[in-house]
């Protein structure tokens, strides 16, 4: 419509010139409120691999803290982390912890708008409640243990039982009991199966099994290179299985005890492809020379859509510890193929025994699920006496006498021994058990005495023997901890809640 069309008075005129001067007064402070909130950045730089390239079009970003539009983007310091992003014209962005910084990737068209949302994650939840908490928080920096400590201060659960239960996938179990009357369980996938077993077959019930958070641990690296701080929680066991076995007859491999390589295990098979995925089938050992064992149901157990959105896909260390152990700190080194993490060279009486079956052994990999490490259950140690506890060679005999350090919540997670994502590349006796040196794993175990002491510890055993499976998962540097100021908040009956942005 032209306004020349309307033939008005001139004081019509005036009163028409006024108010479309004021619509266009309050248009612009419309779109000026609009577009402020949008910094334009010109030649943005898009990271591929080692190198950084220019982008081909303009990007315009919007940055929020904790709800609220700011100018820049936070500062680390503050104490908040990247939680998610949107961008138009199917333009995404990959957050890259190390470098504090935004990669836009699929950037083709000028213009292009991205909403890069900060707050506080479960992160730096944690990191806030170990001020409230410090008997059920630590840290294991060496500024805490001194030289039994970690380069990477991870911040974990400790002691007997702290309040790190979470609510996670939502899955369900049938547990049965060796009477009415006793704590002893075992797991079935239905409860036909809980109810005809010829024994754990009382008081069947429908249980969500138990998720808890181990702790923040630092400089984690993800599937694209990013560098930082990931929540790593675990599962109570979903049965027991083999680490790995293999075929005895014919080939040898190792006797048919398996072997000790993580990256083509038989256990992380299913736990990456079928658990990780809620896909049936898969095949499941329990014993030497591929003896199959039926696999849970993996339908009722395995992750969800809303589970594995949690989860990040990192960089696991795989770096074997030796068979007499070590601390904690030893421990630690070792899974990170550091001191003779692949056993190149050392062996019973300090003699090289290479190995035999043809697979070569890394100190990486990348995936999604895993197992707790040994040097987890160490620094989950609580108490007066925590630093005395990691000192000590992690191993049972050598724990024997120390009631102090038997307590710890990630070995009341369960029962029975717990298989762990260590290998361990040397052998008690090589005369008699060659097959060790490819094949040995560690589990742990806890030990109760005829004087009533207690110890807890690692040792040897084949990749083959059957052992609780404990499902461990890293959780995404988005996901936060839903606020609750309840005192039993993280406790069993009120776990920690999750929610992603």
Not at 117 to 131: H, P, R
Not at 196 to 217: L, Q, T
Not at 274 to 289: P, R, V
């Given at each position: 419509m032209k306004l020349s069309q309307y033939k008005e008075k001139k004081k019509s005129k005036k009163l028409i010139i006024v108010v479309v001067a004021i619509v266009f007064l309050i248009g612009g402070i419309i779109?000026?409120?609009?577009?402020?909130?949008?910094?334009?950045?010109?030649?943005?730089?898009?990271?591929?691999?080692?190198?950084?390239?220019?982008?081909?079009?303009?990007?315009?970003?919007s940055f929020y803290n904790n709800g609220k539009n700011v100018s820049t983007i936070?500062?680390?310091?503050?104490?908040?982390?990247?939680?998610?992003?949107?961008?138009?014209?199917?333009?995404?962005?990959?957050?890259?912890?190390?470098?504090?910084?935004?990669?836009v990737t699929n950037l083709t068209e000028q213009g292009t708008k991205c909403e890069l949302?900060?707050?506080?994650?479960?992160?730096?939840?944690?990191?806030?409640?170990?001020?409230e908490k410090p008997s059920e928080?630590?840290?294991?920096?060496?500024?805490?243990?001194?030289?039994?400590?970690?380069?990477d201060n991870n911040l974990r659960f400790i002691g007997s039982n702290p309040n790190n239960y979470v609510e996670f996938n939502n899955d369900y179990i049938y547990r049965g009991y060796s009477s009415s009357s006793s704590s002893s369980y075992t797991d079935y996938n239905s409860?036909?199966?809980?109810?005809?077993?010829?024994?754990?077959?009382?008081?069947?019930?429908?249980?969500?099994?138990?998720?808890?958070?181990?702790?923040?641990?630092?400089?984690?690296?993800?599937?694209?290179?990013?560098?930082?701080?990931?929540?790593?929680i675990i599962r109570d066991s979903i049965g027991a299985y083999s680490w790995d076995s293999s075929n005895g007859y014919g080939s040898s491999v190792n006797s048919g005890y398996g072997v000790n390589e993580w990256s083509q295990a038989d256990i992380q098979k299913v736990l990456n492809e079928?658990?990780?995925?809620?896909?049936?089938?898969?095949?499941?050992?329990?014993?030497?020379?591929?003896?199959?064992?039926s696999c849970p149901l993996w339908e009722n157990i395995g992750l969800n859509d809303e589970a594995r959105k949690m989860i990040s896909k990192v960089k696991w260390n795989t770096g074997a510890v030796m068979y007499w152990i070590g601390n904690t700190s030893q421990i630690y080194d070792k899974e990170r193929g550091l001191a003779d993490g692949l056993c190149e060279g050392v062996d019973y009486n300090n003699q090289y025994v290479p190995y035999?079956?043809?697979i070569a052994r890394t100190t990486e990999w990348l995936g999604y699920v895993g197992l707790a490490y040994l040097s987890d259950y160490g620094y989950s140690l609580g108490g007066e006496k925590r630093n005395t506890c990691v000192s000590i060679y992690f191993e049972v005999e050598s724990m024997k006498g120390h009631n102090e350090c038997a307590n710890l919540w990630l070995l009341n997670l369960g029962q029975g021994y717990r298989l762990t994502m260590n290998p361990i590349c040397s052998t008690l006796n090589q005369s008699t058990l060659t097959y060790k040196k490819s094949s040995?794993?560690?589990?742990?175990?806890?030990?109760?005495?005829?004087?009533?002491?207690?110890?807890?510890?690692?040792?040897?055993?084949?990749?083959?023997?059957?052992?609780?499976?404990?499902?461990?998962?890293?959780?995404?540097?988005?996901?936060?901890?839903?606020?609750?100021?309840?005192?039993?908040?993280?406790?069993?009956?009120?776990?920690?809640?999750?929610?992603?942005?």
């Open positions: 779109l000026e409120k609009t577009f402020a909130n949008f910094k334009v950045q010109k030649s943005f730089k898009v990271m591929e691999g080692n190198f950084i390239y220019e982008g081909s079009g303009d990007v315009i970003f936070p500062k680390k310091e503050e104490g908040v982390s990247f939680l998610s992003s949107k961008c138009s014209n199917n333009a995404s962005v990959k957050w890259y912890d190390n470098l504090w910084a935004p990669i949302y900060f707050g506080k994650s479960a992160v730096e939840y944690l990191i806030d409640l170990q001020k928080l630590a840290y294991d920096g060496k500024e805490s243990l001194g030289e039994y400590g970690t380069d409860y036909e199966e809980c109810t005809s077993a010829s024994s754990y077959n009382y008081n069947c019930e429908k249980v969500r099994p138990a998720w808890r958070i181990i702790g923040v641990m630092n400089n984690i690296t993800d599937e694209y290179g990013s560098i930082g701080s990931h929540l790593k079928n658990y990780y995925n809620k896909k049936a089938g898969g095949t499941c050992y329990e014993g030497s020379d591929n003896k199959e064992k035999n079956d043809g040995a794993v560690a589990y742990v175990i806890m030990n109760n005495y005829s004087d009533g002491s207690k110890s807890i510890g690692a040792s040897l055993t084949s990749a083959a023997t059957g052992g609780q499976v404990q499902p461990t998962v890293y959780l995404n540097s988005n996901v936060k901890i839903e606020e609750d100021t309840s005192e039993d908040y993280g406790s069993v009956t009120n776990p920690f809640r999750f929610t992603v942005d």
